[in-house]
């Protein structure tokens, strides 16, 4: 596994294609020993068939055809494989770029920087009732218990700063206490009445990039600050 950051991401590029062309060195030699002893079957093949009973045009013509064929697939995935080399390339590239910056991912749970704020959504298939959004500190505690009303179905957006919620670009009645809460790690959990029924809602959350893993298989991992590691598949929304 390799750390992606800002001042690695050139040198693990700079290794994934020196490894690309490793393999396509390793793939093209391979390749032409395969043509190589076909060609010598074939004219050993001639060279010993019966003068009087000769190859049949007919089956040799059908030999290089597959001869052709043969070559033409090795060509094809000799492309793709290319093809694959570079977009992971470009994968460790873009993902590099995103170390330092905050992404929001499905959880429950964030970790509030100082003077930061938490980004966060709430999807509502239908629309809901009663609905609200409790705020706990690291010790279990409520801190924040944030009434949102009724709300129609569709993506819900809030942002926190420990101390005020600005919903959907709305900034709420309810404020917090006269300092701000302490920086630190944070759960939210979105209760609302859908089809007569209480329900908990699942929340999306931002964090901090802090570094990309690029495993053996070319998968990216985010490593994400107070969430841990998270596939780049994962991602709802860039901040």
């Not at 040198?11 to 032409?32: D, F, G, Q, T, V």
């Not at 700063?161 to 917090?176: A, F, P, R, S």
Request: proline share 3%.
């Amino acid at each position: 596994m390799s750390q992606v950051n800002n001042d690695t991401a050139n040198s693990i590029l700079s290794n994934l294609n020196i490894a690309n062309k490793n393999k396509e060195s390793e793939e093209a030699k391979s390749n032409e020993l395969g043509q190589s002893a076909f060609l010598e079957l074939m004219i050993t093949q001639m060279n010993n068939q019966d003068p009087l009973s000769p190859q049949d045009n007919t089956e040799f013509i059908a030999q290089l055809a597959q001869f052709s064929s043969v070559e033409g697939l090795e060509r094809l995935n000799s492309n793709f494989e290319d093809f694959s080399g570079s977009f992971m390339s470009n994968q460790a590239l873009q993902a590099s770029s995103l170390v330092g910056r905050s992404v929001t991912v499905p959880s429950e749970t964030s970790q509030l920087l100082e003077g930061g704020i938490i980004n966060g959504s709430v999807d509502l298939e239908e629309s809901a009732s009663d609905m609200k959004l409790n705020v706990y500190n690291e010790a279990g505690e409520l801190v924040s218990n944030i009434p949102l009303g009724s709300r129609p179905a569709g993506q819900l957006a809030f942002r926190w700063d420990g101390q005020n919620m600005e919903v959907n670009g709305e900034l709420l009645d309810w404020q917090g206490g006269e300092e701000p809460l302490p920086a630190g790690e944070y759960r939210f959990e979105a209760l609302a009445k859908q089809g007569g029924e209480s329900v908990q809602l699942d929340t999306a959350l931002s964090a901090n990039v802090n570094s990309v893993t690029l495993g053996d298989d070319g998968q990216l991992t985010l490593n994400l600050a107070g969430m841990g590691a998270v596939n780049i598949g994962d991602i709802k929304q860039f901040n």
